[in-house]
């Protein structure tokens, strides 16, 4: 598939990047975005040579979320809308779901359904000068692609409400101070400083670090006990499984282990 919204490559280390590609509109999302999106998530999720997906955006912006000519449009009555908006929510559940490390590189605004795409991620790095805003009570309307569900979790209920009510914008170092971002970096550093994060976890099992994200997503909607029942189910996979052998091997020869060296037999 060939893309017209989006960049895509993935470079020798298994390391892909997605790179939102409508600089013009500050990289707000199009139906043909999603589709595009989607099968990046797809190809991610099935090639075995790619260990990690970072996102980012191309220009002076991550996203500004939604395209507004959809929202502010009457093309849809309220059924279609919420069918049309659920076909969206794959690309950011998609997202959430893969079980492989997603690295949202925050290069600029995030507005709206781009802090929805960051919460989607796994690990969110923003340069110094990203902004971050849940812009959509200044149109009338709400966060509706994940915000009010994904962020309370970031950074609780009442920053959550916060942000959502007031639709006042926050710095990237603001975001780190409340959880929102894990890491933040000089404008000019951060590419280098996600791909160097990005390559310190290939030194990690796959298998755990993909299992890992899978059992603490679904371990955020259950009770402890239920929560206790599916880390032991993830661990009896793992350790079954090639990265544990290898890992075990390594630890009493003495050594690190190499977890891309896989079994073939």
Same mark, same amino acid.
């Given at each position: 598939?060939?893309?017209?919204?989006?960049?895509?490559?993935?470079?020798?280390? @298994?390391?892909?990047?997605?790179?939102? $590609?409508?600089?013009?509109?500050?990289?707000? &999302?199009?139906?043909?975005?999603?589709?595009?999106?989607? +099968? %990046?998530?797809?190809? %991610?999720?099935?090639?075995? !040579?790619?260990?990690?997906?970072?996102?980012? @955006?191309?220009?002076?912006?991550?996203?500004?979320?939604?395209?507004?000519?959809?929202?502010?449009?009457?093309?849809? $009555?309220?059924?279609?809308?919420? #069918?049309?908006?659920?076909?969206?929510?794959?690309?950011?559940?998609?997202?959430?779901?893969?079980?492989?490390?997603?690295?949202? /590189? %925050?290069?600029?605004?995030?507005?709206?359904?781009?802090?929805?795409?960051?919460?989607?991620?796994?690990?969110? &790095?923003?340069?110094?000068?990203?902004?971050?805003?849940?812009?959509?009570?200044?149109?009338?309307?709400?966060? /509706?692609?994940?915000?009010? $569900?994904?962020?309370? #979790?970031? *950074?609780?209920?009442?920053? =959550?409400?916060?942000? %959502?009510?007031?639709?006042?914008?926050?710095? /990237? =170092?603001?975001?780190?101070?409340?959880?929102?971002? !894990?890491?933040?970096?000089?404008?000019?550093?951060?590419? +280098?400083?996600?791909?160097? #994060?990005?390559? +310190?976890?290939?030194? $990690?099992?796959?298998?755990?670090?993909?299992?890992?994200?899978?059992?603490?997503?679904?371990?955020?909607?259950?009770?402890?006990?239920?929560?206790? #029942?599916?880390?032991?189910?993830?661990?009896? *996979?793992? *350790?079954?499984?090639?990265?544990?052998? !290898?890992?075990?091997?390594?630890?009493?020869?003495?050594?690190?282990?190499?977890?891309? =060296?896989?079994?073939?037999?």
């Amino acid at each position: 598939m060939s893309y017209n919204t989006i960049k895509f490559d993935v470079d020798a280390d @298994g390391i892909a990047t997605m790179t939102l $590609n409508r600089p013009g509109k500050l990289n707000c &999302f199009s139906t043909e975005m999603f589709k595009e999106w989607r +099968d %990046v998530v797809e190809k %991610v999720a099935y090639d075995r !040579n790619i260990r990690i997906l970072v996102i980012t @955006g191309e220009g002076r912006a991550f996203s500004s979320g939604v395209d507004l000519e959809v929202l502010g449009s009457d093309r849809y $009555n309220p059924a279609e809308f919420r #069918y049309y908006y659920r076909q969206n929510h794959r690309g950011f559940d998609d997202l959430e779901a893969l079980e492989k490390p997603v690295i949202a /590189a %925050v290069n600029g605004l995030c507005y709206g359904g781009g802090v929805e795409l960051a919460l989607s991620c796994d690990i969110i &790095f923003a340069a110094d000068t990203a902004d971050f805003c849940l812009i959509e009570n200044h149109i009338g309307c709400i966060p /509706a692609t994940g915000a009010c $569900n994904r962020l309370i #979790y970031f *950074v609780g209920l009442a920053k =959550t409400k916060e942000m %959502v009510i007031s639709a006042k914008p926050i710095s /990237a =170092t603001e975001a780190h101070r409340i959880g929102l971002a !894990n890491h933040v970096a000089p404008q000019g550093e951060l590419m +280098d400083r996600v791909y160097d #994060y990005a390559r +310190d976890l290939l030194s $990690n099992s796959s298998e755990a670090m993909g299992m890992g994200k899978h059992v603490i997503n679904l371990c955020l909607n259950t009770d402890m006990h239920t929560g206790r #029942y599916l880390e032991r189910l993830g661990q009896s *996979v793992l *350790v079954l499984g090639d990265d544990h052998r !290898n890992g075990m091997k390594a630890f009493f020869d003495g050594r690190k282990p190499d977890f891309r =060296t896989r079994k073939t037999t």
